[in-house]
């Protein structure tokens, strides 16, 4: 079974940071242009950022200079560093495939920023 497991959320106060990881077993997620995802409450889900294979990087407007993404294939593991984080930021964050596949949504983490 392939899953992709998030881990890593949080409350956090505004201007704190948080890093995210998105962990997975299968080898071929080390070959895929990798993303993560994030829905708010009564919003549409919304990709934040992604990496591809070459370690290009590219980050929605929202985010771009406060999120890094990174990923390290040894460990199988995809990363979401956030700094400076908002209340804006508030929202279940989803890792996946860039462009996303239906079968490989986990559960997300949760981010709440609020003091």
């Known amino acids: 079974q392939v899953q992709l497991v998030e881990s890593g959320g949080g409350l956090v106060q505004p201007g704190g940071s948080l890093r995210l990881s998105c962990a997975y077993s299968a080898s071929i997620f080390n070959i895929m242009p990798m993303g993560w995802y994030r829905q708010a409450p009564g919003k549409e889900r919304e990709l934040v950022a992604t990496a591809t294979i070459s370690g290009r990087t590219n980050y929605a407007n929202s985010v771009k200079g406060r999120f890094t993404i990174s990923r390290d294939n040894a460990k199988k593991t995809v990363y979401l560093q956030m700094n400076s984080l908002q209340p804006e930021d508030t929202a279940v964050y989803y890792c996946?495939?860039?462009?996303?596949?239906?079968?490989?949504w986990g559960q997300g983490t949760q981010v709440t920023v609020s003091s």
């Open positions: 996946n495939t860039e462009p996303p596949h239906y079968d490989y």
